[in-house]
């Protein structure tokens, strides 16, 4: 067991102390004698290799084991490991290569990648064998990214005498097992992922460990053409059958339409507003693929008339440029997934969701790079179109979740990750059938919609450059997650005011905005709920009393049946209250 003062001996280089949920876990590890597989899901920028190091350290020093090896998902995290490792006076080789067959002995140990396993297992097999051995699989769900991967991985480090896994996204979209996990039976018999240590978000948002994410939503009316000649149109935001969505998905982030440009000028903004209060903060657009990266790059110099650094996966000089990028004070990064997970920059502080990836791992990974927190205060800001499964990923940030290996009709969690293979199936024949009529894209204008945080809404529909929508770009940088809500509540309170005046002087013919609020049901009820909200958060009233009481003071059925009329009468209402 350790002694008392094992917080207290944290090598140099790696934290000036333990924090609390790094020596909580230490002592979980350490609970078991012997204690062989170890996962532990923590939040991206919790800490991971920090907790790793340490424990490697005091492996290394008790004599428990000899060698360390690392295994993580890219060539760009080998020589972070070894840059992080050296802090604390561990030698890890990032450039060992299979053809090496040993390491050299100066070296504690080697970095390699899950590939670099899977093209050769015998050479790491060998490795584990010729010494008492601790492996680190970092984000270690990437073992089973191929069929024949998590057999390598459970070849190679089967003969290691302890294996710590980490993820900060302790699940995969599929049912590939991922090696060394322990699935255990849950109440319905569907095995579920057995995490030894689990650190999440909410909980390192309240011990100020990570920032809080706050999601700018921005909608738009979209107008894209068939080969045929036939013109469609919708609004992101809107009740959109599923091929519309991705459809209207897709022109939003065409670099040739007025969506994109708003919205990173809009960021820039934000960027600008966080670097009166950090000044080295910077920001990062994740492209779908090379061609849009570069013409976002193109948008964003003519905006702020510095270039920014493009990160693109086949560039060999892509972990310098990272690195570059991180230790300058350069406002923007565009990267075409290759920043998704893993990669250390602590100063991005603003990101523009400009993919169209949409499952829940990628999501996680993608907004796990600006949560990191250097100092208590910084908050980060992400851009997001206005698509449902988007925002359903942005309300449920703090959900934490398990892989499942046998998967029933449709998840717990409502993801429906258990019909992503089908999904893909639908999505692939609606490229095809893309590809064969000829998409192109026609125009595209963009709307500011609203803040998503904590799982709750706040704000209107604006016009990019407004002044209501610049009470949500404005927000100041440095902001206690505590504070918050409340000052999201003042905003939206403040921005009901500007637009009132707005709309006022500006004849209604001028405006490129979509219809009034009052005059659709759905973006009443919208209203209403959101109204109802921020009472309730004032109040401490539940949201279904509140209703009630609307209901008893202004009459009318339940918000399903209520005409425009009724809803309208209880939206002035609340208006009043919150107002006073």
Same mark, same amino acid.
């Given at each position: 067991?350790?002694?008392?003062?094992?917080?207290?001996?944290?090598?140099?280089?790696?934290?000036?102390?333990?924090?609390?949920?790094?020596?909580?876990?230490?002592?979980?590890?350490?609970?078991?004698?012997?204690?062989?597989?170890?996962?532990?899901?923590?939040?991206?920028? $919790?800490?991971?290799?920090?907790?790793?190091?340490?424990?490697?350290?005091?492996?290394?020093?008790?004599?428990?084991?000899?060698?360390?090896?690392?295994?993580?998902?890219?060539?760009?995290?080998?020589?972070?490991?070894?840059?992080?490792?050296?802090?604390?006076?561990?030698?890890?080789?990032?450039?060992?290569?299979?053809?090496?067959?040993?390491? /050299?002995?100066?070296?504690?140990?080697?970095?390699?990648?899950?590939?670099?396993?899977?093209?050769? =297992?015998?050479?790491?097999?060998?490795?584990?064998?010729?010494?008492?051995?601790?492996?680190?699989?970092?984000?270690?769900?990437?073992?089973?990214?191929?069929?024949?991967?998590?057999?390598?991985?459970?070849?190679?480090?089967?003969?290691?005498?302890?294996?710590?896994?980490? /993820?900060?996204?302790?699940?995969?979209?599929?049912?590939?097992?991922?090696?060394?996990?322990?699935?255990?039976?849950? @109440?319905?018999?569907?095995?579920?992922?057995?995490?030894?240590?689990?650190?999440?978000?909410?909980?390192?948002?309240?011990?100020?460990?990570?920032?809080?994410?706050?999601?700018?939503?921005?909608?738009?009316?979209?107008?894209?053409?068939?080969?045929?000649?036939?013109?469609?149109?919708?609004?992101?935001?809107?009740?959109?059958?599923?091929?519309?969505?991705?459809?209207?998905?897709?022109?939003?982030?065409?670099?040739?339409?007025?969506?994109?440009?708003?919205?990173?000028?809009?960021? &820039?903004?934000?960027?600008?507003?966080?670097?009166?209060?950090?000044?080295?903060?910077?920001?990062?657009?994740?492209?779908?693929?090379?061609?849009?990266?570069? $013409?976002?790059?193109?948008?964003?110099?003519?905006?702020?008339?510095?270039?920014?650094?493009?990160?693109?996966?086949?560039?060999?000089?892509?972990?310098?440029?990272?690195?570059?990028?991180?230790?300058?004070?350069?406002?923007?990064?565009?990267?075409?997934?290759?920043?998704?997970?893993?990669?250390?920059?602590?100063?991005?502080?603003?990101?523009?969701?400009?993919?169209?990836?949409?499952?829940?791992?990628?999501?996680?990974?993608?907004?796990?790079?600006?949560?990191?927190?250097?100092?208590?205060?910084?908050?980060?800001?992400?851009?997001?179109?206005?698509?449902?499964?988007?925002?359903?990923?942005?309300?449920?940030?703090?959900?934490?979740?398990?892989?499942?290996?046998?998967?029933? =009709?449709? &998840?717990?969690?409502?993801?429906?990750?258990?019909?992503?293979?089908?999904?893909?199936?639908?999505?692939?024949?609606?490229?095809?059938?893309?590809?064969?009529?000829?998409?192109?894209?026609?125009?595209?204008? $963009?709307?500011?919609?609203?803040?998503?945080? &904590?799982?709750?809404?706040?704000?209107?529909?604006?016009?990019?450059?407004?002044?209501?929508?610049?009470?949500?770009?404005?927000?100041?940088?440095?902001?206690?997650?505590?504070?918050?809500?409340?000052?999201?509540?003042?905003?939206?309170?403040?921005?009901?005011?500007?637009?009132?005046?707005? @709309?006022?002087?500006?004849?209604?013919?001028?405006?490129?905005?979509?219809?009034?609020?009052?005059?659709?049901?759905?973006?009443?009820?919208?209203?209403?709920?959101?109204?109802?909200?921020?009472?309730?958060?004032?109040?401490?009233?539940?949201?279904?009393?509140?209703?009630?009481?609307?209901?008893?003071?202004?009459?009318?059925?339940?918000?399903?049946?209520?005409?425009?009329?009724?809803?309208?009468?209880?939206?002035?209402?609340?208006?009043?209250?919150?107002?006073?």
């Amino acid at each position: 067991m350790l002694s008392p003062s094992f917080p207290q001996r944290a090598p140099w280089g790696t934290a000036d102390r333990l924090r609390a949920w790094q020596r909580e876990a230490l002592e979980e590890y350490f609970r078991i004698p012997d204690r062989r597989d170890f996962l532990v899901a923590a939040t991206p920028g $919790a800490g991971k290799t920090t907790f790793a190091l340490t424990l490697a350290v005091e492996l290394l020093r008790t004599n428990e084991v000899d060698r360390v090896i690392v295994v993580a998902p890219t060539e760009h995290l080998k020589t972070q490991w070894a840059d992080a490792a050296a802090r604390v006076h561990i030698r890890l080789d990032p450039r060992f290569r299979n053809s090496h067959c040993a390491p /050299s002995r100066q070296y504690h140990g080697v970095v390699v990648t899950y590939a670099q396993v899977a093209a050769k =297992s015998s050479v790491h097999k060998h490795l584990t064998e010729d010494a008492r051995t601790l492996v680190i699989l970092d984000e270690v769900h990437h073992g089973g990214d191929a069929l024949s991967w998590g057999d390598a991985i459970r070849d190679a480090y089967g003969p290691a005498k302890r294996r710590l896994l980490l /993820s900060g996204t302790p699940f995969r979209s599929d049912t590939a097992p991922i090696p060394f996990v322990e699935y255990l039976p849950d @109440e319905s018999g569907a095995r579920i992922s057995s995490t030894d240590y689990a650190y999440g978000y909410g909980r390192a948002l309240q011990d100020g460990v990570v920032r809080p994410v706050l999601f700018h939503m921005y909608a738009g009316k979209m107008r894209w053409r068939t080969s045929a000649g036939d013109e469609l149109e919708a609004h992101l935001g809107q009740d959109n059958t599923k091929d519309v969505t991705s459809q209207a998905w897709r022109t939003a982030l065409d670099p040739e339409g007025e969506w994109m440009p708003a919205v990173l000028s809009a960021a &820039d903004r934000r960027l600008t507003e966080i670097r009166h209060h950090v000044p080295d903060a910077g920001g990062l657009v994740l492209a779908t693929d090379q061609t849009v990266a570069r $013409a976002y790059a193109k948008i964003l110099h003519s905006l702020t008339g510095q270039r920014p650094t493009v990160v693109l996966s086949d560039d060999a000089t892509a972990s310098e440029r990272i690195e570059k990028f991180s230790a300058s004070d350069d406002r923007w990064m565009v990267a075409v997934r290759m920043v998704s997970e893993g990669v250390d920059v602590p100063r991005l502080a603003v990101g523009v969701y400009a993919t169209s990836s949409s499952t829940p791992l990628f999501f996680a990974q993608a907004i796990g790079r600006f949560v990191r927190a250097r100092r208590r205060g910084e908050a980060a800001s992400v851009f997001l179109p206005n698509v449902p499964v988007l925002m359903k990923l942005a309300n449920e940030l703090e959900k934490q979740r398990d892989h499942a290996l046998d998967r029933q =009709s449709k &998840d717990d969690d409502g993801l429906d990750d258990s019909l992503l293979e089908s999904a893909n199936r639908e999505e692939e024949a609606s490229d095809a059938l893309t590809q064969e009529f000829s998409y192109q894209a026609i125009s595209s204008l $963009a709307h500011f919609d609203r803040v998503v945080f &904590d799982g709750k809404e706040f704000g209107q529909l604006a016009e990019p450059g407004t002044p209501e929508e610049e009470e949500f770009i404005g927000i100041p940088g440095l902001l206690e997650p505590e504070h918050v809500h409340e000052l999201l509540m003042q905003r939206q309170s403040r921005q009901s005011r500007l637009r009132e005046a707005r @709309e006022a002087q500006t004849p209604a013919a001028t405006t490129t905005l979509p219809e009034p609020l009052h005059r659709t049901l759905r973006e009443q009820r919208q209203l209403l709920n959101s109204l109802v909200g921020v009472y309730a958060r004032q109040t401490g009233e539940p949201h279904g009393a509140v209703h009630a009481e609307l209901r008893r003071l202004c009459g009318g059925p339940a918000v399903a049946q209520a005409t425009v009329t009724q809803l309208q009468s209880r939206i002035d209402l609340l208006r009043r209250r919150v107002r006073s």
